[in-house]
């Protein structure tokens, strides 16, 4: 019998990776050994000493390829990454979706890896910054994003002339397999073999020696910020790079003056969507108190009547948890909610039944206890719970969303420019968080920005803006055009002097 997926260091060899929704596996996958990561990093080794030699532009040509290609397969994969990790149908084509307008980005972006020039002190000389190919890459990704998160690294990577090897979550290989099957036929069938590599094995394994690998100068990691406290320090430890991408805690603040309709679309997405389960997912509604009753019953109205069930049935707003141990969590979180002075006002409870063989459980509102430590909701549990708290004032509302160790994603409902530019403060006394969001809630991203959080969160930036410079290196260049050696600062150095 070979171990369920997920299991740490299943000894067959094999991992199953199961459907959520059923708990039964879809297909079994050959974990890779020592021997094999050896003849991967190799390829990759390869792959990026061939590739760092193709112009960028021409780079951005295959990119483009690639984007195209899961055009034609957004919604087949799409069902996949619905199939194995049990987010909706429409999520898991969104989610393929922003791996495609991210390879739309970097296609532009192959022509734009700008380096400045700068006036040198000097007489006839001239200074420059030039970008370069960094080298094999490291990429690390969470169960939650099985492709996005690989999108978001591989396709600006390429285009900056790095060779990619992936290392996905033992709880989502298939659609690992699929995603990089897709990329590495386009690039190879353009020449470039080697550009687009995957490993798939236990962290034992395979993690820890990606990790430890000093060929390997950039490691980036999307996932716990247990995992990333380790591997953050694993590398730093060879004074290698690291890209985290780590847990959050968000909230959403909510003022009187707020549209209540915008406030209970944005929590509502917020903090039921993918179950619960995304790294910007809302946690925590600190809602005014003269609005907090209204808001907080039609939320619980809302959740009465959410359709938890199969996630590709198109009627489904809410799939599954990834697996029994997420559901354990939920259950223990619950009751660590109640001992702690809070009220359940709706969920709690694991759903069973017709078509519900797998790991559902009904999302949750828990009102926080009027005064007094909360310490459960300073955790991320990966699992659809929200805690309500109220307030009397925006300080100490902005003081609240700030008191967790995270610092992912942060919102706020106004309608008061006063209120909104106070949670946005210039002076960084607003949100603490690497996004922030107005009227709107805290999940959701689109690509054009750098995605990101601080604190616990790790502090990495992926995505849009300038996060492409994560995934090369700088070179700062002094030439000198004259026929003197000009010292800088003035320095006199010789034996004249
Ligand atoms: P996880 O930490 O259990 O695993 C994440 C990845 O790290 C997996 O591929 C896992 O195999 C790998 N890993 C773990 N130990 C390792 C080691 N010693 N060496 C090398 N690799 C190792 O996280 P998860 O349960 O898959 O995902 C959920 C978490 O990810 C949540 O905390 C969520 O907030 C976070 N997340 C963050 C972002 C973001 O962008 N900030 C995005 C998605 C998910």
């Known amino acids: 019998m070979l171990e369920p997926v997920g299991d740490e260091t299943p000894e067959t060899g094999v991992v199953l990776s199961d459907n959520p929704a059923t708990g039964r596996p879809i297909a079994g996958v050959r974990l890779d050994t020592e021997a094999s990561y050896e003849q ?70 192959s022509r734009q890896l700008y380096g400045k020039t700068m006036p040198s002190e000097r007489p006839e000389h001239r200074m420059l910054e030039q970008w370069l190919p960094l080298g094999p890459v490291g990429v690390i990704t969470a169960f939650n994003f099985p492709n996005a998160v690989w999108g978001w690294n591989a396709m600006l990577g390429a285009v900056c002339g790095d060779s990619l090897i992936w290392k996905p ?43 430890h690998d000093g060929r390997v100068p950039l490691i980036s990691a999307t996932g716990s910020c247990r995992m990333g406290r380790h591997v953050g320090a694993v590398v730093a430890r060879r004074l290698g790079r690291t890209l985290l991408e780590l847990g959050g805690n968000n909230a959403i603040i909510v003022e ?33 108190e003269s609005i907090a009753e209204t808001l907080t019953e039609r939320l619980v109205e809302a959740y009465k009547d959410v359709k938890i069930g199969d996630p590709l049935d198109r009627s489904t707003l809410v799939g599954p948890l990834i697996n029994s141990r997420s559901v354990d969590q939920f259950l223990r979180a619950i009751e660590q909610a109640k001992q702690q002075g809070g009220e359940v006002l709706v969920g709690g409870e694991r759903v069973t039944g017709d078509g519900l063989g797998g790991h559902f459980v009904r999302p949750t509102i828990i009102r926080a206890p009027a005064s007094g430590p909360f ?73 054009g920005g750098a995605f990101g959080g601080e ?36 320095i006199e150095f010789g034996a004249s002097s």
């Open 375 to 447: 310490p459960i909701s300073h955790e991320e549990t990966f699992a659809p719970i929200l805690y309500i708290f109220s307030y009397r004032d925006l300080d100490e509302a902005i003081a609240m969303q700030n008191d967790v160790d995270q610092g992912l994603s942060s919102a706020i409902f106004a309608g008061s420019v006063r209120a909104t530019e106070r949670f946005l403060s210039p002076a960084g006394t607003g949100s603490d968080c690497g996004l922030a969001y107005v009227n709107l809630g805290t999940s959701g991203a689109e690509i």
């Open 40 to 109: 991967v990093l190799s390829e990759a080794i390869a792959g990026f000493d061939r590739w760092r030699r193709v112009p960028a532009p021409v780079r951005g040509q295959v990119v483009r390829a690639i984007g195209e290609e899961l055009r034609r397969y957004l919604v087949p994969l799409g069902e996949l990454v619905a199939l194995e990790v049990g987010k909706i149908r429409a999520e898991g084509i969104g989610e393929v979706q922003e791996t495609i307008d991210i390879a739309d980005f970097a296609v532009g972006l």
């Open 256 to 288: 009187p003056d707020a549209d209540l309709d915008l406030a209970f679309e944005g929590t509502f997405f917020g903090a039921v969507g993918t179950a619960g389960q995304r790294c910007t997912t809302t946690r925590r509604l600190i809602v005014h």
């Open 455 to 490: 604190k616990d969160t790790g502090g990495g930036r992926e995505s849009g803006s300038d996060a492409w410079r994560q995934y090369m290196r700088r070179q700062t260049v002094t030439i000198n055009h004259g026929s003197s050696m000009r010292l800088a600062q003035g």
């Open 169 to 211: 979550s033992l709880l989502a290989p298939l659609t690992a397999i699929a995603t990089n099957a897709i990329a590495e036929r386009v690039a190879r069938e353009m020449g470039h073999e080697g550009v687009f590599n995957l490993v798939i094995g236990t962290d034992d394994v395979v993690g820890e020696r990606l990790i």
